[in-house]
């Protein structure tokens, strides 16, 4: 309920009341009206700033009102998408439009992608001038060229595009006033309310048990691999995580400890490695560089300049390793579990033997071998879990569990330069206490880093009870050691 009782002026009894009633025509007061007029000179100026932004300004209403509904979006203020769905409907913004406009796990850059929610060019750059300045306040200076040259291709002169340029910018930031003010008075009791983006249910979380409830972003790589991406989002202020899953398993893998992310206030991507899920299977046999770059791409697609920490298992260990050797700028810290710096001479024949055992019987009778070996006796997985990971390395694809498969054959991250990385950042290295030599590796490992640098930030946890895939088997213990490691 609103936090603040409403108040409203009987119409000629108050001048202030009377001039927003002008505005707002046949409307008549709005909740936002009687919060406001607990305070008088903030609602006459606020009046004043409103009617300037809606009617003074020569930006066309469409793009006036696709920048203020993706605000509405990422400050989850429910009461501003609805009051401005009904005018972007009016200005010629389709169905299919508003849910691409509202639809946080798009990239804003890629709502321009085939289709019928398909946005233009100046109305994809307004977008993306709303959301960066919405979640990041400082807006790159591609992103702010983009949207003036927008005007100047749509055929304005250079003090025409100046001033629309500014009226954009001023747009989205006194909508985002806006939506501060609705959402903190719990104005019109939306303050909780999911916002009603058309085609998207946002009754229920993103994960659930049921697989389909994922919403799937495709972005596409420099080398041409499409890469299916989810988002769990929380808030326009809530640092990024972005989750690598292991071979022969795809991002639902993280069901078990994704609700820690989001209650904890992470932002979190995840996705499938290519080869696996719904990502394309590529061409040529994936190398830890490779994958290591396909982590930047998939950050710089969301307009991501720095993560908070990019966490990955098994291959997706090592893939972080290697992003934290190649792209040591984009993240604040890396989590490698159950992962090693570089191919075991033994492992090379081992692999060739399972790429055989898949294509001479299955990736079922693959399945088989692999979840035993990955969940023993001694941990905690559950029939739950063990039938879960077996459906997801059956239904992963021979040609992509082979093409990445070959990555895992021939890496040395040593030779890359680790050492000197993990040095240079934050690095929590993890092992279930019972996959093998794994935990043994990873503590001499961290311990090396450590030797070579004292003041290195790197540390070791094994996970109790649980094998290869300790998120899995054991996800309270793993988020009670990766949770705090991340708020430290």
């Not at 989850?76 to 389709?94: D, L, M, N």
């Not at 989590?335 to 570089?342: E, G, K, N, V, W």
């Not at 997985?381 to 239904?395: F, G, I, P, Q």
Request: aromatic share 6%; hydrophobic share 40%; glycine share 6%.
């Amino acid at each position: 309920m609103p936090r603040v009782p409403y108040v409203f002026p009987p119409a000629g009894s108050d001048a202030v009341a009377d001039a927003i009633r002008q505005r707002r025509g046949a409307r008549g007061l709005t909740s936002l009206d009687g919060m406001l007029l607990n305070a008088p000179p903030i609602a006459q100026g606020w009046n004043t700033l409103l009617g300037a932004v809606r009617t003074g300004s020569q930006l066309e209403g469409d793009l006036r009102e696709i920048m203020i509904l993706r605000v509405a979006a990422r400050n989850k203020a429910a009461f501003e998408w609805i009051q401005h769905e009904k005018v972007a409907r009016e200005e010629g913004v389709s169905t299919e439009q508003l849910n691409r406009i509202g639809d946080l796990g798009v990239p804003a850059l890629s709502s321009t992608r085939p289709g019928a929610g398909s946005l233009s060019s100046i109305q994809a750059a307004m977008l993306s001038l709303a959301d960066e300045m919405t979640t990041k306040v400082q807006v790159s200076d591609e992103t702010f060229e983009a949207a003036r040259s927008a005007f100047q291709k749509a055929g304005e002169d250079e003090t025409a595009a100046n001033r629309k340029v500014v009226e954009a910018v001023a747009t989205t930031a006194v909508y985002n006033m806006v939506s501060r003010f609705l959402v903190a008075l719990d104005i019109d009791d939306k303050a909780a309310a999911p916002v009603p983006v058309p085609g998207m249910d946002n009754s229920s979380p993103l994960t659930t048990s049921d697989d389909t409830s994922y919403r799937y972003i495709d972005v596409k790589t420099g080398g041409g691999c499409r890469l299916a991406s989810s988002v769990s989002f929380t808030s326009v202020n809530a640092p990024w995580i972005i989750l690598v899953n292991s071979l022969m398993t795809n991002l639902t893998m993280w069901k078990w400890v994704l609700p820690h992310f989001q209650k904890a206030g992470y932002n979190v991507i995840s996705y499938d490695q290519r080869g696996h899920g719904r990502s394309s299977v590529p061409g040529e046999a994936c190398t830890m560089e490779i994958l290591a770059d396909d982590v930047a791409e998939i950050l710089s697609a969301y307009g991501i300049d720095k993560a908070y920490a990019v966490i990955g298992v098994s291959q997706g260990g090592a893939t972080a390793l290697s992003f934290a050797v190649r792209h040591p700028q984009l993240a604040e810290r890396v989590i490698a579990c159950d992962t090693q710096a570089s191919t075991p001479s033994a492992n090379v024949q081992a692999w060739n033997d399972r790429i055989d055992l898949a294509r001479r019987e299955s990736m079922s009778h693959l399945a088989d071998q692999t979840v035993p070996r990955w969940f023993g006796e001694q941990t905690n997985a559950t029939l739950e879990v063990r039938d879960k990971l077996h459906e997801l390395v059956s239904t992963t694809s021979v040609d992509g569990f082979e093409k990445g498969a070959r990555a895992l054959q021939s890496y040395d991250l040593l030779q890359a330069g680790l050492l000197e990385a993990l040095a240079k950042t934050k690095a929590l290295l993890i092992a279930g206490e019972h996959d093998g030599k794994l935990p043994e590796t990873l503590r001499a490992l961290a311990q090396q880093v450590r030797e070579q640098d004292s003041s290195a930030n790197v540390h070791f946890e094994a996970i109790p009870a649980s094998g290869h895939l300790p998120m899995c088997d054991n996800p309270d213990k793993w988020w009670e050691v990766v949770g705090a490691w991340l708020a430290k």
